[in-house]
């Protein structure tokens, strides 16, 4: 993880500070095992800023990310879009006593946004990625498969009653 991605987000947040960054993939640890290629960077915009419930940080991508689908196992580019608000505090006490629709995390003086955005893009990630079956190469085992499923039991029905 590079050093320039951690700040100090309780200053930037009480400056109302805007920070454009770009983060390659291949430093991603725990992203790029989701992913079928680590090639390429994603962008964020990172919002800071403070409002009746402390310091927040409004975070903005729009990845692109090359995964398998789980049809047909070729690999597709998704976009995986990410705007979130995060409430900064301080120690785990104080996020606990939060409701739960609260998205809030704990960050001391300094913070990674590289981790956090990795955070973020892992929970925006679907959980079963295919293709449009249009596109998808499996698409012609499904229209057989359904066509199994519908009409040869009732054929074999038919043919029962019939002898
Ligand atoms: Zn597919």
């Known amino acids: 993880m590079s050093a320039q991605h951690v700040v100090k987000p309780y200053i930037l947040a009480a400056n109302g500070s805007k920070l454009q960054m770009k983060f390659e993939l291949k430093d991603m640890i725990r992203l790029k095992t989701m992913l079928s290629s680590n090639l390429g960077s994603v962008s964020a915009e990172f ?3 403070t409002d009746k419930y402390g ?6 991508s729009r990845a692109k990310l090359k995964v398998l689908c789980q049809r047909c196992s070729a ?6 879009p990410v ?8 120690t785990d006490a104080e996020l606990e006593k939060l409701s739960d ?3 809030a995390i704990t960050a001391g003086d300094e913070l990674s946004l590289a981790e956090l ?5 892992i929970l925006a990630m679907p959980m079963l990625p295919k293709h449009d079956l249009v596109e998808c190469q499996a698409r012609q085992y499904i229209k057989d498969a359904k066509a199994e499923d519908t009409h ?9 009653w019939s002898n």
């Open 152 to 160: 040869r039991p009732f054929a074999k029905l038919e043919n029962i």
């Open 75 to 80: 690999e597709i580019e998704i976009k995986v």
């Open 47 to 49: 919002t800071f800023f």
């Open 117 to 121: 955005l990795e955070d973020e893009l």
């Open 83 to 90: 705007a979130s608000e995060v409430l900064l505090v301080k």
């Open 101 to 103: 629709e609260t998205d």
């Open 55 to 60: 310091s927040k940080i409004k975070l903005k």
